[in-house]
Nanobody
Framework: QVQLVESGGGLVQAGESLRLSCAASGSIYSNLVKGWYRQAPGKQRELVARITRGGNTDYADSVKGRFTISADNAKNTVFLRMNDLKPEDTAVYYC????????????WGQGTQVTVSS
């Protein structure tokens, strides 16, 4: 089975940066699309960024130019570098993974809280 564990969340001031990490286990992980999602109170969970096995990336318009997703395949770890954080980025952030032919992730981490104060 694929297991995902996030870390790196916390409380920061607007304009500061954080790097989230997702440590993965499971022999099939390298074949999967990796993504970061977030969910704010009262909001639906939304895609933040994703990266395919081939290295293609997609970002939500709200984070484009500020966030960067990357993967260290040798260490089975995916990262989300978040620069110039804004209060509207406050949410629980989840790492996820899924087969590319699926419409939504099959595997989820437990989530890590990111709070941005003004």
């Amino acid at each position: 089975q694929v297991q995902l564990v996030e870390s790196g969340g916390g409380l920061v001031q607007a304009g500061e940066s954080l790097r989230l990490s997702c440590a993965a286990s499971g022999s099939i992980y390298s074949n999967l699309v990796k993504g970061w999602y977030r969910q704010a109170p009262g909001k639906q969970r939304e895609l933040v960024a994703r990266i395919t096995r081939g290295g293609n990336t997609d970002y939500a318009d709200s984070v484009k130019g500020r966030f960067t997703i990357s993967a260290d395949n040798a260490k089975n770890t995916v990262f989300l570098r978040m620069n110039d954080l804004k209060p509207e980025d406050t949410a629980v952030y989840y790492c996820a993974a899924y087969w590319p032919w699926n419409s939504s992730p099959q595997y989820w981490g437990q989530g890590t809280q990111v709070t941005v104060s003004s």
